[in-house]
């Protein structure tokens, strides 16, 4: 089976930086996806990493280790709308999406 | 363009009732699936279709069946609901044809069974 870990929640101040983590273990992989989430809302792509290295999007950065079978997504410049979930999902070796249960971002003024 | 609707938004369901849950996407994309999205355990597959005509089970197939008869519908059932399928279910659809290809997600659909 898959094992996608993340931190339930985090709480930071707005205009800071946030660095959300995920340590993956997977049969197979095939690059990793960063979703947000908003309350009430479907799921929305923000990043994905198939090789090592950063990738950035404007205030959006997402960080990939395969060795490690780590990520990491980095928040910065927070703004009140990114209060959020993040998900990070692994797409396995048969190309199917196995997602972590999400951490929830509250950003406070 | 809608991109990729559900219906119903909303629903209460009595246990032992058939229910199908509808998803019709507009993008061409080959791929199709659902998921359940429950507190705490995150969004779980429960079938998919790489593309028309073919079907397959996720993480949580059991009590649910699907099918895609075309490329733009894929409907979800369950035959007898049973109070353990409260969910918020999501559609979703993606072209299959590169590996960087992002997901797509429907509103979603809020199923309470009774």
């Known amino acids: 089976g898959q094992n996608i870990d993340q931190p339930t929640e985090m709480t930071a101040t707005e205009g800071a930086i946030v660095q959300i983590n995920c340590t993956y273990q997977?049969?197979?992989?095939?690059?990793l996806f960063w979703y947000q989430q908003h309350a009430g809302e479907a799921p929305t792509f923000l990043s994905y990493?198939?090789?090592?290295g950063l990738e950035e999007k404007g205030r959006f950065s997402s960080f990939l280790s395969r060795s490690k079978g780590y990520s990491y997504l980095l928040l910065k410049e927070l703004q009140m709308k990114d209060s959020a979930s993040y998900l990070c999902a692994v797409r396995d070796g048969d190309y199917k999406l196995s997602f972590g249960a999400g951490t929830t971002v509250t950003v406070r003024a | 363009i809608a991109g990729i609707t559900q219906a119903p938004t909303s629903q209460i369901l009595a246990a032992g009732r058939r229910m199908t849950l509808r998803c019709t996407q507009d993008m061409r994309h080959n791929a199709m699936y659902w998921y359940r999205q429950d507190l705490g355990l995150g969004l779980r597959l429960i079938h998919y279709?790489?593309?028309?005509?073919?079907?397959g089970k996720g993480e949580v197939p059991d009590g649910y069946s699907v099918s895609r008869a075309n490329t733009d519908d894929f409907p979800l059932t369950l035959a007898s609901a049973v109070p353990s399928q409260t969910s918020v279910y999501f559609c979703?659809?993606?072209?299959?044809?590169?590996?960087?290809?992002?997901?797509?997600f429907g509103p979603g659909t809020r199923l309470t069974v009774l």
């Open positions: 990493n198939v090789l090592d």
């Open positions: 279709s790489n593309t028309a005509g073919t079907t």
């Open positions: 997977t049969s197979g992989f095939n690059g």
């Open positions: 979703a659809s993606s072209d299959g044809g590169r590996g960087d290809d992002e997901q797509f």
